[in-house]
């Protein structure tokens, strides 16, 4: 098992990485510093790994898509999942790979996937729920309020990418 004190880089609450002992409460997401390597950042500041790499059809924007994801606090508390813990049992969620529908900083980590992949990504609150309009929402009232609740503060989401349902055609120009 990895202990804090083994961890050179820690992950702030601002979801920076610091070297040395940290000034701050560590996060559950310190694997972002630790394996620095294999993370990436976007511009929009979200990083994310891929834990598995797919290898069926690649999500693009505009693309419709099925997943299974967990979601918990930056802190590791859980919120929400779409896989049952206990029987394993999963209810995936259909999702527009739209940042009008969808919340921004998912798509960005969905748009590139291969089907059968799976990412580990810190998505910070001005590319996540902006408003409660933003797929994913759970449906039960109680992970639906503990996630709004948490909206102003950075998500871990591990998503699997299923399938792609539905191709968005590439423009060809003659």
């Known amino acids: ?66 997943v299974n994801y967990v979601c918990r606090r930056s802190n590791g508390y859980f919120v929400y ?23 921004k900083g998912l798509k960005e980590v969905l748009v590139g996937m291969k089907a059968g992949g799976k990412r580990r990504a810190l998505i910070p609150p001005s590319v996540g729920y902006v408003n409660e309009n933003l797929k994913p929402v759970p449906d039960e009232f109680g992970p639906r309020r503990s996630l709004m609740s948490h909206a ?6 591990e998503v699997q990418l299923l399938k792609v349902l539905r191709f968005q055609p590439l423009l060809t120009i003659n």
Not at 87 to 102: F, H, M, Y
């Open 1 to 66: 098992m990895l202990h804090r004190h083994h961890v050179q880089q820690w992950l702030r609450e601002d979801g920076e990485c610091v070297s040395g002992p940290p000034d701050y409460k560590v996060s559950y997401l310190f694997f972002l510093c630790f394996n620095a390597s294999r993370t990436v950042k976007l511009d929009s500041g979200v990083k994310f790994q891929d834990i598995i790499e797919g290898e069926g059809v690649e999500a693009h924007e505009g693309d419709i898509v099925e």
């Open 81 to 103: 999942s779409t896989v049952d813990q206990f029987n394993g049992e999963s209810r995936p969620v259909i999702l527009p790979l739209d940042e009008n529908q969808t919340i």
């Open 152 to 157: 102003s503060e950075p998500l871990v989401f």
